[in-house]
């Protein structure tokens, strides 16, 4: 089991970059694919990025692709998503999630975080 703590959430202007992190404060990520999903309300909860066990693949959505960056450091139990260019269309909680295989669908992930909203404005 792990629990997860997503931070670096704010408010940023369109164009800026921003990178949330997302860190086991009980458990180890290590075993685990980890993912970034977003929600805004009324919406489901999207795929945004996800990575392998130990980073030898990624997936990204076709929104984000090109400008977002998922990373990981299994040392410090803590997962990374660099976010550049970022647009209006782009604010939404972000959560991460801690799941046993490659998927964009949230419900292949068995554990979440509270999520950190992020909002960009024009």
């Known amino acids: 089991q792990v629990q997860l703590v997503e931070s670096g959430g704010g408010l940023v202007q369109a164009g800026d970059s921003l990178r949330v992190s997302c860190a086991a404060s009980?458990?180890?990520?290590?075993?685990?694919?980890m993912g970034w999903f977003r929600q805004t309300p009324g919406k489901e909860r999207e795929f945004v990025a996800s990575i392998t066990a130990f980073a030898s693949g990624t997936l990204y959505s076709d929104s984000v692709k090109g400008r977002f960056t998922i990373s990981r450091d299994n040392t410090k139990n803590t997962v990374y998503l660099q976010m550049n260019n970022l647009k209006p269309d782009d604010t939404a909680i972000y959560y991460c999630?801690?799941?046993?295989?490659?998927?964009?669908?949230?419900?292949?992930?068995?554990?979440w975080g509270q999520g950190t909203q992020v909002t960009v404005s024009t």
């Open positions: 009980k458990g180890t990520i290590s075993p685990y694919v």
């Open positions: 999630a801690a799941g046993r295989t490659s998927s964009k669908a949230p419900n292949a992930y068995e554990y």
